[in-house]
């Protein structure tokens, strides 16, 4: 997974551009989102032309109930702290909202160690079930440490995939060009924090933590907006 490194360059391109033009957007379009502690969240519409975009990024993964009422994008890091936090919260959210559709978009930004345990990731969304790939996710969090490629094939083969075949496949140009078009779209959309969510046609930049997170998609189904 050498060329993983060409694509990280190009990433960390587009992560700079992102934070320089980032603070425009913030403001007006804002929501009263707040985090466990009772602190705002940055959070703004993505408006018509990102969410047209959004909907056709590739390489989304979704988990969950598939023909659910609301759908909750995470675009995340491997190797973002913050994201090891969110996991956990994650996943009691996708397993107790029988009605919740979730979608892991992979968004790797912050080191080669990141694309290349992404390109993985891609790889096997193709190969696994939703449920298969919820359990492959919480295994690849399971325990300390860098993830990287090695640790990402080792989860799959916890969930039944083939280690050999499945890294020969993920190296492709193909799955590179799908972390580069969601590094491209988090420039775009202004994403410069991880991890990030989009409800609703609204970003919410970082983790806001469970019952936020419960209470915006609660909010949705109430009135149609992240906030009564």
Do not use: W
Request: hydrophobic content about 50%; proline content about 5%.
């Amino acid at each position: 997974m050498i060329r993983a490194a060409t694509l990280i360059i190009a990433l960390f391109v587009c992560v700079g551009a992102a934070g320089a033009a980032g603070a425009a957007q913030f403001g007006p379009s804002q929501h009263a989102i707040k985090d466990d502690t009772g602190d705002p969240m940055t959070n703004f519409d993505l408006g018509a032309d990102l969410s047209a975009r959004l909907a056709k990024l590739p390489g989304q993964m979704p988990v969950g109930n598939l023909q659910g009422d609301v759908t909750l994008l995470q675009f995340y890091d491997l190797n973002c702290p913050f994201c090891r936090e969110a996991a956990a919260d994650v996943d009691t959210l996708v397993r107790t909202d029988k009605k919740l559709k979730l979608v892991f978009v992979p968004y790797a930004v912050l080191s080669v160690a990141s694309a290349q345990g992404a390109l993985v990731e891609v790889e096997a969304a193709k190969l696994l079930t939703p449920e298969k790939y919820l359990e492959f996710h919480r295994r690849i969090y399971a325990n300390r440490g860098l993830i990287d490629g090695p640790r990402v094939l080792a989860a799959a083969q916890d969930v039944g995939l083939d280690q050999q075949k499945l890294a020969a496949a993920a190296n492709t140009e193909a799955n590179l060009n799908v972390l580069r078009a969601n590094a491209d779209f988090g420039t775009a959309a202004k994403m410069v924090a991880t991890p990030a969510y989009i409800i609703n046609g609204v970003a919410i930049l970082g983790h806001p933590g469970l019952k936020p997170l419960q209470d915006v998609i609660k909010s949705v189904r109430a009135c149609g907006k992240v906030v009564c």
